[in-house]
């Protein structure tokens, strides 16, 4: 089978790619110029020529942007959407989430006939909302506060908020369209709702700066750039991106992940706890921090992994291993 991964160019989206041709299926990739395919036919090749192949997709809000993209593929993997903190209007990051998604669904309705999965890739962005008391979220929780708060304050919301108001609205658009459709429809819809997400990078990678933002936080840490306060601060929970595509393999594979969200969360973190991990890797200038200072501290938000662990049969990567692969590969860049 051939499988349709939007956003292959990414840090999730080519470990999407390279997941599934592990698996022995087919990729089609999509990519915004034709030097990120190239280079991901490269990255590939080892797999067989034929087994990666590329296609541009400049603009996925234009109408109609996936239109040939799905035509003759058995699944579709879309990872593609913005994710950093730098845009002053939210709709800069919703309009490509919200309307690259209903989008590419379109698409599959018109002229992905051989279609029977699609996978969303969501966020807990889409399911967490500020709280005061500690809580464990899971997949029955929806974000419905970044929306609001969005609507409201519009270019004045924080960065982050902009950034989960798109993903909520993208998955609700997702969830909707598959509600709309379902009865006359092939295919059915998976999301996987990942928490941060680190570990080796293997995509294209002009610059430090341009490195996605997940990747860039993590060695912002490794290069000392945090001040022990905060490297002590619960932050959030991770996966480590092997896992993510994994779970993202799964889900097309699994008969019983159908119509369902799973959130694919090894754990919460504070940044100490990834320089403690890195502690005994055998790395060189990696600063100690605050050795052990957040360990048993209470986390504000924790994440419930149950549906990935026993519906997927995913398994995780630890703290240590993530971090240690992160930094080799990013150090390989000569960064
Ligand atoms: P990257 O920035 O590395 O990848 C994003 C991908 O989407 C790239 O292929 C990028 O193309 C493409 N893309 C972004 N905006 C557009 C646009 N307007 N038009 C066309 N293509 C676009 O990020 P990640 O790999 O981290 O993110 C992948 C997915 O995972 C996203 O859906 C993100 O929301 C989700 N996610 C990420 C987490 C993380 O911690 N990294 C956590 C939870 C969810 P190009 O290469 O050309 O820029």
């Known amino acids: 089978g051939k499988v349709l991964v939007s956003g292959a160019s990414g840090f999730l989206g080519a470990w999407v790619s390279r997941t599934l041709l592990e698996k022995g299926l087919s990729v089609r990739g999509t990519v915004r110029s034709d030097e990120k395919g190239e280079y991901l036919k490269k990255l590939f090749a080892s797999f067989g020529e034929d087994k990666f192949e590329y296609a541009i997709v400049k603009d996925i809000e234009a109408d109609g942007a ?7 593929v058995d699944a579709v993997e879309h ?13 800069a990051l919703i309009g490509p989430a919200v309307n690259g998604t209903v989008g590419i669904l379109k698409s599959i309705v018109k002229y992905g006939s051989d279609v029977k999965r699609v996978v969303v890739t969501s966020s807990i962005a889409s399911i967490m909302v500020p709280v005061t008391e500690p809580t464990i979220w899971n997949e029955n929780d929806w974000n419905t506060f970044a929306p609001k708060i969005v609507e409201e304050k519009g270019k004045d919301a924080t960065p982050g908020q902009k950034y989960q108001a798109s993903k909520v609205l993208a998955e609700k658009a997702a969830w909707k369209f598959y509600e709309d459709h379902k009865a006359t429809s092939s295919w059915d819809l998976v999301v996987i709702c990942p928490p941060f997400i680190f570990g080796p990078i293997i995509h294209e990678v002009s610059s430090y700066e341009h490195l996605n933002t997940s990747s860039h936080q993590l060695y912002q840490t490794v290069k000392g750039e945090r001040s022990n306060e905060e490297l002590v601060k619960p932050v959030s929970s991770f996966g480590d991106v092997r896992d993510v595509a994994a779970a993202h393999v799964l889900a097309i594979i699994t008969p019983e992940a159908s119509g369902r969200r799973f959130i694919t969360s090894a754990g919460p973190y504070t940044w100490q706890d990834w320089l403690d991990a890195l502690a005994d890797s055998g790395l060189p200038d990696i600063p100690k921090g605050v050795p052990g200072g957040s360990k048993g501290i209470t986390h504000p938000t924790g994440y419930d992994s149950t549906l990935a662990k026993t519906i997927l049969g995913l398994k995780f990567h630890t703290m240590e291993e993530t971090a240690k692969d992160a930094v080799v590969s990013i150090r390989e860049r000569g960064w």
């Open 79 to 91: 990872t593609a959407s913005p994710f950093h903190y730098n845009a002053p209007d939210p709709q």
């Open 66 to 72: 996936f239109d040939e993209a799905v035509k003759g």
